[in-house]
């Protein structure tokens, strides 16, 4: 998008504010079904975790995409958006089994990633049949917090247990139809994946009924110039011609599925805030804006270094800049950031804000939730609105005390 476009939109609707490019959205999911266009059937699950505005959900089910869920209330919100049932795979973990039977009733593909579950589910519905999500063992992903199919991840079912699965298999009569796994976001190396996507193989093998191969996502995108990518297109010719391989010692075709999030959503998304105060101090420039962690949590937890650009002077002289929230605890976005002159007023844009930045907000220091556009065909189309002091009281009760 265009500077002159988003400026355009923080002057309309206001500062904070997550503005989304339907484009980029679209051109990514290109991408990825084109890498893999030899498939003959391919499956993208786009991960609404990432962002989960109902509107982006249309967008995604009008493209032929399905959804990735991990709760019960990310699934409703699926079907609300138009997805039917067998375009939904739940993908829960450590989940009450009342809320796994409530998505099983709903019709969605369920997905199990631990053998007690497996074993209660299997007998209570031996005739639904599940997805087994596997912990190949591997470590990848970007950072410690995102990587989650090591030995000592809480996600998946070891491949050690792999004879367990097989015995309760038969014991109740169940059908597993599908094999996932998911190793970690933000992975370098597609060696990595391609070796846990061999352990995937093996595993699939002792299974006589499968449908699917699920391989997760984990898909790195660049922060900025320079940065290392997935290179999905060697990944696609890499794994293509193994997944062909594959399906022909099994005997039997096969869909190919994957669950992106990042990969789709997060160059698309830029986030707009409003500088509140320049402050020098003895060591630094501090350029305050009208945000904090409330709303953009991603580079406080996981570490991640957003580009920020000052769309108000985008020609002006570079300075050095930390860049800070407006909440009561230490909020740095980025520190000692070289970011054309900053003045009071100015509006800063966060790059790659699309994935992981409005869905994990919160209402920290009662601040409000921020606006979201939809920037399609040209036109900035408002997604939701602003939080206002109602929305702070909703569903609060207040005593008579
Ligand atoms: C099971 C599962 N699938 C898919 C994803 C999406 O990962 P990414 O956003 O890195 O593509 C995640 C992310 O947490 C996940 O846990």
Redesign the pocket.
């Known amino acids: 998008m265009q500077t002159t476009e988003l400026l355009a939109l923080a002057e309309t609707y206001g500062c904070p504010l997550y503005v989304y490019d339907a484009h980029k959205i679209e051109h990514q999911y290109q991408r990825l079904t084109n890498a893999f266009s030899k498939v003959e059937s391919l499956r993208i699950n786009y ?1 609404m ?2 962002l989960s505005n109902i509107s982006i959900l249309k967008l995604f089910r009008k493209m032929g995409s399905g959804l ?1 869920t991990v709760s019960i209330q990310e699934v409703q919100l699926g079907l609300h958006a138009g997805f039917t049932p067998d375009k939904i795979i739940f ?1 829960p973990n450590g989940v009450s089994f009342e809320e796994l039977e409530q998505a099983a009733a709903l019709g969605v593909q369920i997905n199990i990633d631990n053998l007690s579950v497996l074993e209660h589910f299997g007998t209570k519905h031996p005739k639904t049949p599940v997805c087994i999500r596997i912990n190949p063992h591997v470590m990848a992903g970007g950072n410690e917090n ?1 990587s ?1 199919g090591h030995i000592d991840s809480k996600f998946g079912i070891s491949i050690y247990q792999v004879p367990h699965i097989l015995r309760i298999v038969e014991n109740t009569g169940m059908t597993i139809n599908g094999i996932h796994m ?1 190793t970690g ?2 992975i370098l190396d597609i060696e990595v994946f391609l070796y846990a996507a061999e352990i995937l193989f093996d595993t699939a093998k002792q299974f006589n009924n499968l449908e699917f191969l699920d391989f ?4 790195k995108v660049p922060y900025k110039k320079g940065d290392i990518e997935t290179n999905i297109e060697e990944l696609g010719k890499k794994l293509t011609k193994r997944f062909l391989a594959f399906e022909k010692e099994y005997g039997k075709p096969l869909t190919l599925a994957f ?5 789709l959503v997060s160059e698309a998304g830029y986030f707009l805030a409003k500088v509140n105060v320049v402050k020098q101090t003895t060591s630094t420039v501090f350029a305050g804006i009208d945000t904090g962690f409330n709303h953009l949590i991603r580079p406080m937890f996981y570490g991640s270094s957003h580009t920020i650009e000052n769309i108000s002077n985008p020609k002006g002289k570079e300075r050095f800049y930390t860049v800070v929230g407006y909440i009561c605890e230490t909020d740095t976005f980025a520190n000692n950031r070289r970011i054309a002159e900053i003045n009071e007023g100015d509006v800063l844009c966060f790059k790659n804000a699309g ?1 992981y930045c409005f869905s994990m907000s919160s209402n920290y220091n009662s601040r409000f939730k921020p606006a979201e556009v939809l920037w399609k065909d040209g036109q900035g189309h408002l997604i939701r609105e602003r939080e206002t002091f109602e929305d702070l009281l909703q569903n609060q009760i207040l005593l008579d005390i």
């Open positions: 991960a975790k990432a990735d993908t995102i989650v998911h976001s933000d997760g996502s984990g898909f669950e992106p999030g990042k990969f994935a």
